[in-house]
């Protein structure tokens, strides 16, 4: 959450402001860029994103800005980022959290300095001015800073001289260097372009000047980032680009996974993840126990109270690999093997596993996962060796080549209060990941449920035109079936996600008769279109959606 970014070299003002956009999809309640100007620091920022800020990119040749999704202080002019110190000679950017901040507030206004924020942040910059007057080298004032916070945070101070001060505890950072220019950045996308790039390990130090820099601690270099541009091309938005690239997304993980060697798994395992992620371990733990493992999925923020035995393997599946909740578990030290699945080469996640396996979806900016979704379930369904996977790009691409009745179907929903998304056995992974969807872009209720299990509770507050959504497939055809006239004979609209029609008054959305276990790949597609369009057609920005960021970094 939150994003950083900074450039020490020519047009380094439009370089920020354009890495700003680039990075919205990580928060966007605010932000801001500290620029150098005829040698003092000044700064844009504000509630909204950087074009209602900036106007035109300052000239500077030392700049650094901020993205923010609020975490401490509410969404305001003053809270948003870059903070100034009381010289006005210095300015911060942060991610993550300080815990110890209003101890530190309280001592720092006793000894006269002057907040403008309520942030945790502005700590910070304070303390760096403080170790400077003292005299002491801005690393060794960078030194000083970092000793007396606690808690996780990835930070950039830019000094009026045009030099920048970065560290990293527990959230993502990276640098890069192209010629004589260096950057940083809370995130690989956009530094795409730069032949060098490197992540900061948690504790180390950096501090970049004109024509150089020196690094306490370490670094590690950055390969395999998809070098492919970002841009919208012909879609409206992101969210829409990415679910139409789902049948590339899927070849190129399969090509991928043809040239590497399947991870090792075996005694108990467990599958670990967040949102969308989740959804994925579900499937996961569904194919491996079908496969005749002790596999058993978990939300990430939950495991901590898990306390049955420890696993074997730990399979980590995360698009951003910076997900904190599931980070913390691997800090934590888990016993057993880490089998990390990732979307972002070069994430957090990687320095916990013993083998990491990607999804090639190439970088997703919508903030709903769509294509790394797809993939992670193709990656799991590789893990657990099963067949047939090559049908997958094919197969999504027919159902993306008739769009017109999710496009109709999505009208209804539009203006519906609330949904259910219902499925039996594997099917219910798709219902789940369907409400999420659903929820998350459109802001209308969605609720997903075993479908056999609706009758025991959910199915009074069926009434008229109720939508409900099933997803099927040939195993559960006459389950299902009786739920949906059950439904039916309540009121509910009814609408099945299935190769057949569940029955002639079905409402019926085909997708390709490819083998079940790997339904779920496919069938989730219509519903990642019908949830697109019901945000779009509610006037809702799906690549935005309010209160949420895409790489969740805190607790
Ligand atoms: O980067 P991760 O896969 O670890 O993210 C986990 C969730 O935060 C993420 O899937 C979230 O639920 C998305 N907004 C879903 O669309």
Redesign the pocket.
Known sequence: MCGIIGKIGPDAGRFVVEGLKALEYRGYDSSGIAFVDSGSVKILKGVGTIDKIVREPPLTDAAIGHTRWATHGGVTDFNAHPHSDCTGKYAVAHNGIIENYADLKSELMNAGHRFRSETDSEVIVHLFEDAVRRGVSYMDALTYTVSKIRGQYALAILTADGHILAARNGAPFLFAKDGDALYVSSDPVPLLFAPDVYRLVDGSLLHLYPGGYELRGSARRVTGISARRVDLGKYRHYMEKEIFEQPRALAETLRYLQTLQRPEISGRVHLV????????ALYGEYLLRMQGFDARAFI?SEYLYWRGQEPDVLIA???????E??LSILRNGVSSEVVAI???PGST?EEYARDVVYTRAGPEV?????K??TT?LTVLAWLAGIEGLDQLPEAVSQVLKNTSLIEDLSKRVASARSVYFLGRGLHLVTAK?GA??LK??SYIHAEAYPAGESKHGPISLIEDGFPVFFSVGPSVYTETASNVEEMRARGAWTVSVSPNPLGPEDVHIAVPSIPEVLLPVVEIVPLQLLAYNAAVLRGNNPDR?RN?????TVK
Not at 273 to 280: D, K, L, M, N, V
Not at 317 to 323: D, H, L, P
Request: no cysteine.
């Open positions: 993840a967040a949102g969308t992620s989740y959804h994925a990430a599946i995360s698009q951003s690999g910076e997900t909740d599931l990732t979307n972002t996640i919508g903030v709903a996962a769509t790394t979704y992670q990941e999420l969807k998350e872009i959606p949420l960021a895409k790489s969740v």
